[in-house]
């Protein structure tokens, strides 16, 4: 992916032009406090809170992502920060993986990614890390969490009396149910 920055205002871009940059290129990446009056998408923050995600992983049009970084809610990050000397992934902390391909989403011959947390999806030079700056969801407390009025089977029974023995004994057990 690719960004166009106008102002302080950022907008995705998929195509290789002059003017726009990835991420990595970006001079700067402008930093907007939340807009009270923004009508956030909850279900983006319940799903972006706490995490940095690829645009990939993230189920929401990547327009609508935007806005929200625009307005303050989404912070995008490097994908790859400098370490002294060296450089390192943003996600997995790794700076002996990093390695280059040539990239059809950015257009670079060599754009560098991590391979060593590769199978979560590719981190790359030209990938964001996508993270929620708004306000905490709200978390609903329960009162008494691992209470539970049901009634167990025989076999239900049995199989709690013996974990309970297993974990009274330090011993492992493993129940298989179906
Ligand atoms: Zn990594
Ligand atoms: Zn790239």
Redo the contacts with the bound molecule.
């Keep these: 992916m690719r960004i166009l920055m106008k102002g302080h205002l950022l907008t995705p871009a998929f195509h290789h032009d002059s003017a726009s940059h990835t991420i990595t290129e970006l001079p700067n990446i402008p930093h907007h406090n939340p807009n009270p009056t923004f009508p956030f998408n909850p279900q983006i923050q319940t799903f972006l809170f706490g995490k940095q995600l690829l645009l990939d992983e993230i189920p929401h049009p990547v327009e609508e992502l935007f806005t929200h970084v625009n307005a303050g809610y989404i912070t995008l990050r490097r994908p790859f920060i400098k370490d002294g000397r060296k450089i390192k992934?943003a996600?997995?902390g790794?700076s002996d993986?990093l390695a280059t391909y040539p990239c059809a989403r950015c257009g670079n011959e060599q754009c560098h990614y991590?391979r060593?947390?590769l199978m979560m999806g590719r981190?790359s030079a030209c990938t964001p890390l996508f993270h929620w700056s708004g306000p905490s969801p709200s978390t609903l407390i329960v009162e008494q969490p691992l209470k539970w009025d049901g009634t167990l089977s025989t076999g239900q029974q049995q199989a709690s009396t013996a974990v309970v023995e297993a974990i009274k004994n330090k011993k492992e057990y493993l129940v298989w149910a179906v």
Aim: hydrophobic fraction near 10%; proline fraction near 0%; aromatic fraction near 0%.
């Design positions: 992934c996600r997995c790794s993986h991590c060593n947390c981190v």
